[in-house]
């Protein structure tokens, strides 16, 4: 994997965790809210 790939990976599932975080922290399943 070049360090591009990795950058990518690695925004993408920081993506991920920010959005079920703040999902859970708001205690809703609205995903758009949020953004």
């Known amino acids: 994997m070049s360090g ?12 991920v965790c920010l959005l079920l975080v703040s999902v859970s922290l708001k205690g809703s ?5 949020p953004l």
């Open 4 to 15: 591009a790939e990795v950058s990518v990976w690695r925004y993408l599932i920081g993506s």
């Open 29 to 33: 399943r609205d995903l758009i809210t």
